[in-house]
């Protein structure tokens, strides 16, 4: 059984910084993809980034690319999402979820984290 925790998020102002992170209790195979999804009020789920947990292939959406980077730590069962030059836009509810078939999809995610919000303030 997987479990995953995130945190980080918090206030930041326009342009700044903020590093989420995922805890993951249980072991994901290496063919598991892990992702960041996010969800702004009045919105529907989307996916921001994604990364193949054996791999390490990664993979982003058009929205922040160059902007945000993935990575896990295997060892510490750790997902990161560093963010950078944030924007208003960014402002959502971050999920870190898990799929073990190896997709992206939100409807095919097998495992979610309850979320941490992220506001980015002018």
């Known amino acids: 059984q997987i479990q995953l925790v995130e945190s980080g998020g918090e206030l930041v102002p326009v342009g700044g910084s903020l590093r989420l992170s995922c805890a993951v209790s249980?072991?994901?195979?290496?063919?598991?993809?892990m992702g960041w999804f996010r969800q702004a009020p009045g919105k529907e789920r989307e996916f921001v980034a994604g990364i193949r947990w054996g791999a390490g292939t990664r993979m982003y959406a058009d929205s922040v690319k160059g902007r945000f980077t993935i990575s896990r730590e295997q060892i510490g069962r750790t997902l990161y999402l560093q963010m950078e030059s944030l924007k208003p836009e960014d402002t959502a509810v971050y999920y870190c979820?898990?799929?073990?078939?190896?997709?992206?999809?939100?409807?095919?995610?097998?495992?979610w984290g309850s979320g941490t919000l992220v506001t980015v303030s002018s």
């Open positions: 979820a898990l799929d073990r078939n190896g997709g992206y999809s939100v409807s095919g995610m097998d495992y």
């Open positions: 249980g072991r994901p195979y290496s063919s598991s993809t």
